[in-house]
């Protein structure tokens, strides 16, 4: 008994010491600093946050690749638009949350127009290549077309995660409700939508996320997928969170609520699902049967925790102290 009662709580401890080294890092898009991301870089490990909050001006953080800085990504992530006041100097400011998967570079910028090519770039993991990164943004002539007229005042939500982005003027914006009183659901689940078009998730009460995942592992996280991290929304509220996603392609895309059980209850949703074989029933199928990852509550991240390396020294120290902990319980017993 007592050595059944010994390995579940070494089970339980080495899963807390996992996921107390996560650290969050804060930067800044835009705002007083001028066109820039600051920092413009950092090193994260696997489970780390970036934690984006924009100001003034209207700006995006858009995923893109080493050798074309200034074009999105196919299936990388994107904030959308995020117009900012000049008069807004207290917030508050519309925020995005990446969510590190491995250590590969993960290369960024700004796709308001003109600003990639005056060096507005973000990488995480960029090794010795960041330079490089940035000054082929800043010598291409490709450039993104500015949001529609009329964007420029500030986003009223109070929300961390996002603030109603706007779509670009060329795309459809497909707008999608996540959950709602008692409702475990994307509404639509299942939509079509064409490159240039953008998807913006409205998130409803409880606490949702949008996850990217895959049609093999449906409640999994996809590595380097999109992820919009928990958006609590109360039972009364009058304004709700945003998350918008680009549509670069019409290959399909896999979404999940990473809530505790909302996946395996069939909250999942899908762009540009195909009509025969990997369907997007048998995707939700696949989803309801599935003993895949899933999260507990966790809401946005505030600006009191912990943050960059410094946080993360910290919390490997304290997964260090449960280790003799548990050695010191283990002699006991």
């Known amino acids: ?38 920092p413009n870089q950092v090193n994260a490990q696997p489970g780390d946050t ?3 909050t924009f100001m003034q001006k209207n700006h995006t953080v858009t995923q893109s690749t080493l050798a074309n800085p200034c074009q999105p990504a196919a299936g990388g992530f994107d ?15 519309p925020a995005a949350q990446f969510t590190v998967r491995d250590t590969s570079p993960v290369w960024a910028y700004c796709r308001q127009s003109g600003h990639c090519q005056q060096g507005m770039v973000f990488a995480i993991n960029p090794g010795s290549n960041f330079a490089t990164f940035q000054g082929t943004a800043m010598g291409t002539g ?25 779509p670009t003027s060329t ?45 093999a592992s449906p409640c999994s996280p996809m590595m380097n997928g999109f992820n919009s991290g928990f958006q609590p929304v109360g039972t009364d509220a009058a304004t709700f969170p945003t998350f918008t996603v680009g549509v670069n392609n019409t290959t399909p895309v896999w979404v999940y609520c990473a809530q505790s059980g909302h996946c395996s209850s069939g909250m999942v949703f899908a762009i540009n699902a195909p009509a025969t074989g990997n369907t997007f029933d048998a995707y939700r199928a696949k989803a309801m049967g599935s003993t895949g990852s899933s999260s507990a509550s966790n809401p946005a991240p505030t600006s009191t925790g912990t943050t960059g390396a410094a946080g993360r020294n910290h919390v490997q120290l304290t997964a260090g102290l449960m280790a003799v902990l548990l050695t010191s319980l283990f002699f006991l017993l």
């Open 1 to 38: 008994m007592q050595f059944s009662t010994i390995l579940k709580l070494s089970a339980f401890l080495a899963t807390a010491a996992v996921q107390v080294t996560a650290a969050q890092f804060n930067v800044t898009v835009g705002g007083p600093a001028g066109l820039v991301f600051t």
């Open 50 to 52: 970036i934690f984006f």
């Open 79 to 93: 904030s959308g638009f995020m117009p900012v006041a000049a008069t807004n100097t207290n917030g508050p400011f």
């Open 142 to 166: 490709s450039s993104s077309v500015s949001p529609p007229a009329g964007t420029s005042t500030p986003p009223t939500s109070t929300s961390t995660v996002a603030a109603n982005p706007s």
């Open 171 to 215: 795309g459809t914006d497909h707008r999608i409700i996540v959950g709602g009183t008692g409702i475990l659901a994307f509404t639509p689940s299942n939509i079509t939508a064409q490159p240039g078009d953008t998807v913006t998730f409205e998130f409803h009460q409880k606490n949702h996320t949008a996850t990217q995942s895959t049609f």
